[in-house]
């Protein structure tokens, strides 16, 4: 039987009202630990936005545009004026309805006790353990892959993805730049959603202010000239071309250093180094306002060169690019304790062993599972014995202290003295650039048959003892070993070989 409008009405009051308690008591109730904050988060938005829901229904109810509610509460009096006649129509009409469906079951509400119990699913990927950490290795990839982006490790570009501004101008107008700002853009909404369910996306992008007042004014930072200035921005690339008498005395300078100052005048910084020169040679008489615009790259030319409506189109883009820009920049800001956290599990990482990380995880479920019923977090963390931190900020087990020996000390006087605890450190950190330094120093090539040597005496008397073989004595070209930035270890021919060809 369908309802009416007035018991509508009083049952979308109740529902807020249950709804507001249920709120107060689940701020009322102790959570301890980062997965059951979270989970009240995302609890109490449900529940916030079932109450938006109810309230909307009571603002069009009340406003009555049909009129639906007025004749409802006319039709209450009855003909007689009195409503004792539509009462007992309305009763009649009840009494039917049940006796035809006696057998109708009562929809109870859950209970309150469970209802705060209730663990919402939230979804986050291995990498962000439960919304502690940031996952950006898609976005990473994407920069590191494209014509804007540089090669970096991943550490370093958790750092610096907000440093826009080092980006030049004719990639930040670029469609593929503004994928890529949208996408971490988006990531960025979507995890602070995730971890806090409470927060407001409003509130964060009320600190970026007026923007469009901002980029008309041209006062929004790196965009003063609201993208129209897209040629000559960087003037330490700049050369002088007034110094030069002709072409050819450009050409002394290299395809490089001419590749570089037309890029930075805007023009095309292709071609052979004749063209280059010439190309660049003809700034020195004819100003950039008034060259033929086939000598700029794409979407390089000045304002002067362009057309009004394509000086509107790279004005709206620039002020889109702008835009996303400054909410990067804000996010940057708004997750810097995120970052340096995940900055710090990045590192720690990597200097783990598949084993180690294995028992991590599973020692961190034991614990999230039983931070119910545990108050360890705020206590004092008692550590007579020094022993080493770990992940949640407590010292490690001492078996685990003793099974990698981190009670012993090696000291290498070739790195200056330096000590490393533990023997897998100490293995490692002949691989280490304080170590290569330190063998560079004393002119002798960190190889394989160094290993284990940590006196300079030791490791001169060595080499010369190796210097001095007749038969078999020490190849440069195949023992000696090089390292390049990504960790790959080659001998000094094949080193060499690459560098030359510019793959390393």
Known sequence: MASTLLEQTR?????????????????KSDVKGHREKLAQGHRVRKMLNELQVQSQKLVRIYEDEDGARKEEIAALKGDDNTGFGAFYERLKEVRDYHRRYPYLEVIEA???????????DVPFSGEEVGGRYLDMHTHYHAFVNSKFGRQCDYVEYLVTFGHTDEISRQHRLSKPYREYLDGLLRYMESFHERT???GSLEKVYAKLGDFDALWAAGEVPGWADRG??????????????????????????????????LAALGLKSGGTLRQ?????????????????????AKGAAPAAVRSAEE?????????DTALLEAKVKLWSEVFASVIEDTKGYVEKKQASTYEEIVAEQEQKAEEDAAAEDSDEEDDFVYNPLKLPLGWDGKPIPYWLYKLHGLNQEFTCEICGGQSYWGRRAFERHFKEWRHQNGMRALGIPNTKTFFEVTQMKDALELWTSIKERE???????????YEDKDGNVYNKRTYEDLKRQGLI
């Open 471 to 481: 038969v078999g004595g020490f190849k440069a070209e195949a023992e000696e070993e």
């Open 228 to 261: 129209q200035g897209t040629a000559g921005e960087d003037a330490s690339s700049a050369i002088d071309v007034a110094a030069f008498a002709s072409v050819e005395e450009l050409e002394t300078l290299g395809p490089d250093r001419l590749k570089e100052a």
């Open 110 to 120: 859950v209970p309150e006790e469970e209802a705060l119990k209730e663990q919402v």
């Open 311 to 319: 000086n509107a189109r790279i004005s709206a883009a620039a002020q």
């Open 11 to 27: 049952a979308a009051h109740e529902e807020c009202e249950r709804l507001q308690r249920q709120i107060v008591r689940d701020f």
């Open 276 to 296: 280059r020169a010439e190309r660049l040679f003809l700034t020195r008489d004819t100003p950039l306002t008034q060259l033929d615009r086939k000598h700029f």
């Open 196 to 198: 806090q369910p409470l």
